[in-house]
């Protein structure tokens, strides 16, 4: 597509329920990338994949969070027994990959979670 | 440690004066990319300006300009002529040459600087 999706734009789930946020990048791009985003701080680092090789989740806080990018275009990131502390807002960004680091890098408009 | 510091979390400045929002880096690679973007209300994240540490010349994009200090490791975004449109989350961010395994380069944001423009 012309810009990264993310879907859905908002999910309220009650607490101990899975979620599934999904993301659909821009095509042909390489690199997909996962944040999280606390309310007036910045993104921070969940996890990202090459292709369908996910290649660091060194950020991913627990183990109750997952992601896939199983034919490596579109991505899902899973949280299982949600708690109230997973509210956040939840960015997908992807890049064409390669090179150095000045490769461009777009995000989506983000999930907003809210566990109640 | 803080790799980005964004020491303002917030700002003000009156429409059409210029403002100058803060951003200090840490990192050890010659080789790196410094970011800036914008979060409207609407939430979305915006990119508007790039300087990779090897450019000779500060970057420039219409009415953002980013005063590059290498030494001192400081990259401050520039608004010129502030509209009240520029009322938003401003996010420095910083991509080290150094890559992660894979092959990707990971970039760290700060916790950004709220600015409001007002009439």
């Known amino acids: 597509g012309a810009g990264v999706s993310q879907s859905p734009r908002y999910k309220v789930t009650k607490r101990g329920q899975d979620v599934a946020l999904r993301c659909d990048p821009i095509?042909?791009?390489?690199?997909l990338y996962w944040y999280r985003q606390a309310l007036g701080q910045g993104p921070e680092f969940l996890t990202y994949?090459?292709?369908?090789?996910?290649?660091?989740k060194s950020g991913l806080p627990n183990d109750r969070f997952s992601a896939e990018r199983p034919e490596g275009s579109i991505s899902t990131l899973t949280i299982q027994r949600t708690e109230q502390r997973d509210s956040a807002m939840y960015r997908c960004a992807s890049s064409p990959g390669g090179g150095g680091p000045n490769y461009g890098y777009t995000f989506g408009s983000g999930t907003r979670l809210t566990v109640v | 440690a803080q790799k980005i510091t964004q020491t303002q979390p917030g700002m003000f400045v009156q429409e059409k004066e210029a403002v100058t929002l803060d951003c200090t880096y840490d990192?050890?690679?010659?080789?790196?990319?410094l970011f800036w973007y914008k979060q409207p209300s609407s939430g979305e994240m915006i990119f508007l300006i790039y300087q990779g540490s090897y450019d000779q010349q500060n970057a420039t994009e219409g009415r953002y300009s980013l005063n590059f200090q290498k030494a001192r490791k400081s990259a401050n975004l520039v608004i010129s002529a502030s509209q009240l449109g520029d009322s938003a989350m401003y996010f420095c961010a910083m991509r080290e040459g150094r890559r992660r395994k894979g092959g990707s380069y990971i970039p760290t944001f700060g916790r950004g600087t709220s600015l409001i423009v007002h009439p």
């Open positions: 990192t050890s690679d010659p080789s790196y990319g």
């Open positions: 994949f090459n292709y369908e090789a996910q290649q660091d």
């Open positions: 095509s042909g791009h390489v690199s």
